[in-house]
């Protein structure tokens, strides 16, 4: 049964890639899904060449994948990267349908500075409403220490961390041939210096000792109040020039922070088709060196490129 679902997948991802080819976007996959589960309603109808289009290469894998539901669940909630090629059905089949007021009226993405934990409460801390905080990270050590050649030293020079990151963390390969942080810390050195293919990886922090290491040049955002949980397992997201993630939508427990420790990086953010009527279709921005974008990426669709310049290393954290 589990190759059948294999084969299902990478049929539906070679089909889905030849309608992109041919012009259906993203979102039409998506709404298309959703129209068809009676989860929304068309908001217009598409042409019909569109619609066409889009029932002769998309409609059959639909069905058929959405009777595999419960199997795809299985093999999938923990070896991908929650990307929109693998897990729409169960994402757009499970999740609750999200309050809009979290993208109403939003035009883009506010960038603050001075933010008390009150006023982050208030305005953004459970609203689903996304901020980029550009002031919390000036006491950080972590933005000159962070680095390829760092992490690779941390991780190899310790006896546990690189096994527990394989049997307990998650790695997310995204467009790169590597299955493990082990392979990306075995590259060769013109490639960790982008100077032969390129790369993005990501992957989430389990070794104690290294947890501990790391969180000394970083703490919490000023901005989270103090009686707000830190979660245990920490995110690192790091890579050259180019698409980073793919767009998805994340399933975690909570909203969380991403700080640019090196490099730019670009967030594209959509809301999800329900409320594509009362928010805009994509904001875009761009983070900046020492900043932290604040998104509950449990309700917003989100994808990312890395700008030209440094190496772009992020780190993150969840927060109650």
């Given at each position: 049964m589990e190759d059948k679902v294999n084969e299902l997948a990478e049929k539906f991802k070679d089909l889905k890639a030849v309608a992109l080819q041919k012009g259906c976007k993203e979102e039409d996959v998506i709404r298309l899904f959703l129209k068809e589960a009676g989860k929304i309603k068309a908001k217009k109808e598409p042409s019909f060449r569109r619609f066409k289009l889009l029932a002769v290469v998309l409609i059959i894998p639909l069905f058929l994948a959405t009777i595999g539901y419960y199997f795809l669940y299985d093999i999938f909630d923990e070896t991908s990267p929650c990307s929109i090629d693998n897990s729409i059905f169960v994402l757009e089949a499970a999740r609750p349908i999200a309050n809009c007021q979290m993208c109403k009226g939003l035009k883009e993405v506010p960038k603050v500075s001075g933010l008390t934990p009150e006023q982050f409460v208030e305005k953004f801390a459970y609203s689903s409403r996304p901020l980029v905080v550009t002031d919390a990270t000036q006491s950080w050590t972590a933005m000159q220490q962070f680095s390829y050649e760092y992490f690779r030293k941390l991780y190899t020079d310790s006896e546990t961390a690189l096994n527990s990151t394989e049997e307990e963390c998650q790695f997310f390969p995204y467009r790169t041939e590597f299955h493990s942080l082990?392979?990306?810390?075995?590259?060769?050195?013109?490639?960790?210096?982008?100077?032969?293919?390129?790369?993005?990886?990501?992957?989430?922090?389990?070794?104690?000792?290294?947890?501990?290491?790391?969180?000394?040049?970083?703490?919490?955002?000023?901005?989270?109040?103090?009686?707000?949980?830190?979660?245990?397992?920490?995110?690192?997201?790091?890579?050259?020039?180019?698409?980073?993630?793919?767009?998805?939508?994340?399933?975690?427990?909570?909203?969380?922070?991403?700080?640019?420790?090196?490099?730019?990086?670009?967030?594209?953010?959509?809301?999800?088709?329900?409320?594509?009527?009362?928010?805009?279709?994509?904001?875009?921005?761009?983070?900046?060196?020492?900043?932290?974008?604040?998104?509950?990426?449990?309700?917003w669709y989100h994808a990312t490129t890395v700008e030209p310049g440094e190496i772009s290393i992020t780190i993150g954290s969840e927060y109650d």
């Open positions: 082990r392979q990306v810390f075995k590259m060769s050195k013109a490639r960790a210096e982008f100077k032969a293919e390129p790369w993005y990886i990501g992957w989430s922090n389990c070794d104690s000792e290294v947890r501990a290491e790391l969180r000394r040049h970083y703490s919490k955002p000023y901005f989270i109040p103090s009686d707000s949980e830190h979660s245990e397992t920490d995110w690192i997201f790091m890579g050259g020039v180019g698409p980073g993630a793919n767009i998805h939508m994340d399933n975690v427990e909570r909203p969380s922070w991403q700080a640019q420790l090196s490099g730019r990086k670009t967030w594209s953010i959509y809301p999800p088709p329900e409320c594509e009527s009362v928010c805009e279709p994509m904001l875009n921005v761009t983070i900046e060196k020492g900043e932290i974008v604040v998104i509950d990426t449990n309700n």
